[in-house]
């Protein structure tokens, strides 16, 4: 399908309209930010990986009863996707304290969860993505409260579905970053599952394989990138 004019350009992809006026191409950039911008940076091959990765996911979870607003792979950096409404908010799964739950909570790194967390925060920028919850949405109408039970239930259900997916792979789920969209008036997964919206350890040396190499400077950054698309296919 021929791309058209761009739409949006976030920070590491680019959203394309195309003849149909309910299908978009999502480009994935090699382009790498941390800390809401402030450290910037590019990961050789990061987004043929993050669209592979993303794609390998999406078709899996729709399998398993997930709607997605993938439709297929298209090139090494392309995807077709349903056109969505994104809900201005970023759900976070978590079973391992690690980034800022570990701060918030002074848990050591590494700390199992009793009980997977879900976290929602507000999608915006400006305001550096703070944390909310259920009040909140409904108090500013974020999310209907229809919407809301939806997404936390695909959210606890995908959990269950990567945390053994990857375990099968030897690769421990931390946590990790939904969003979903509005496709037809339904709560559909969007945006993208990969080592930039995961947190991935080893699961026999605990190495991070994910965006925290970037963020903290670790080294290795492509080379884990890699490694986790490796283990997938
Ligand atoms: N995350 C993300 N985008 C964001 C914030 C977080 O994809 O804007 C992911 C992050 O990769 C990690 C999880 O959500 O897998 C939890 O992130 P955390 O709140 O610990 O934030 P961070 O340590 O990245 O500030």
Known sequence: MKKLEMLYEGKAKKVFKTEDEKRYVIE?????????????GTIVGKGVINNKMSALLFKMLEEKGIPTH????LSNREMLVKDVQILPLEVIMRNVAAGSLAKRLGLEEGVVMKTPVLEFCYKNDDL??????????????LAT????????????????????FFKERDIKLI???LEFGLHDGEVVLAD???????RFWDANTNK?????RFRRDLGDVEEAYNEILGRLQ
């Open 28 to 40: 994935y950039k090699d382009d790498a930010t941390a800390f809401n911008g402030v450290k910037k």
């Open 70 to 73: 993938f439709v297929e792979l």
């Open 128 to 141: 550096g993505d703070p944390m909310i919850n259920e009040y909140h949405i409904r108090a500013v109408e």
């Open 145 to 164: 409260d229809d919407q809301v039970e939806k997404v936390k239930e695909y959210a606890f259900k995908i959990n269950e579905i990567l945390i053994d």
């Open 175 to 177: 946590d990790f970053k």
């Open 192 to 198: 993208e599952i990969s080592p930039d919206t995961c």
């Open 208 to 212: 991070k394989l994910d965006k925290d």
